[in-house]
C-alpha cells in the first residue's frame, strides 16, 4: 500500500469515525438549516406580496378610490348605486346600533364630493364606547343589515386598564349616484 492510499484510507476512516461520534449534532444541524431556509423563502414571498398590496393601494389611494369599491367594481363597467338619501345611512346606523343596544356619540355626516368620481360618497364618523363583544356586534350588525356600506376605519381604545369598556372611533359610508334629494 503506497502513501497515497494509506492516506485515504485513514481520511475516510477518521470521516467515518467523526460522523459515528457526531450524528445527532449534524442531523440536528442540517434540519435547523433547512428550517431556516424555509422559513426566509416564506418571509421573501410574504414580503413581496406585502409589496405588491401596498403598491395597489398607494395607485388606489391616487386614483381617489377605496379597495372595496375597486375590487367591487372591477368586473362591471358602471356601479349600480342608489339615489342620494342623506337619512339613509342614518337609519342603518340607528339600526345596528339599536340591534346591538349601542349608544352612537359624536356622529357627523360629510359628503365627499370627488369631481373625478362616477358617484358620491356619504361618510359618516361617530365614537361608540361599549365593551368589545358589543361593539363587535354592532359592526357586523352594520355590515350585514345593509349593502353599500363601507367601513372606513376603526380604531379602539381603552381609558384605562381597570375599565372594561372600549371607545371607538368610526368611520363608515355609503357610495351614491348623485345628490338628488336630501
Known amino acids: 500500500m503506497d502513501a497515497t492510499q494509506l492516506f485515504l484510507a485513514r481520511s475516510v476512516f477518521a470521516i467515518r469515525r467523526k460522523l459515528a461520534i457526531y450524528r445527532l449534532p449534524l442531523l440536528l444541524m442540517t434540519g435547523a438549516t433547512l428550517l431556516f431556509a424555509a422559513a426566509l423563502t416564506y418571509h421573501m414571498l410574504s414580503n413581496s406580496a406585502l409589496q405588491a398590496a401596498r403598491v395597489e393601494a398607494a395607485w388606489l389611494s391616487r386614483e381617489g378610490l377605496s379597495v372595496a369599491l375597486a375590487r367591487a367594481g372591477a368586473g362591471a363597467r358602471k356601479p349600480d348605486l342608489k339615489a342620494f338619501r342623506s ?6 346606523l340607528e339600526q345596528g346600533a339599536s340591534a346591538a343596544n349601542v349608544k ?5 355626516f360629510v359628503v365627499d364630493d370627488a369631481p373625478n368620481l362616477p358617484y358620491v360618497r356619504y ?17 357586523s350588525e352594520i355590515l350585514a343589515g345593509s349593502e353599500g356600506v363601507v367601513l372606513d376605519t376603526v380604531a379602539c381604545r381603552r ?12 368611520s363608515a359610508y355609503v357610495a351614491y349616484q348623485e345628490k338628488n334629494g336630501g
Open 87 to 92: 337619512s339613509h345611512l342614518l337609519a342603518i
Open 104 to 108: 352612537l356619540d359624536e356622529i357627523t
Open 123 to 139: 361618510r359618516a364618523t361617530f365614537q361608540v364606547v361599549s365593551r368589545y363583544p358589543i361593539i363587535r356586534k354592532f359592526i
Open 159 to 170: 381609558e384605562d386598564i381597570t375599565v372594561a369598556d372600549v371607545r371607538c372611533d368610526i
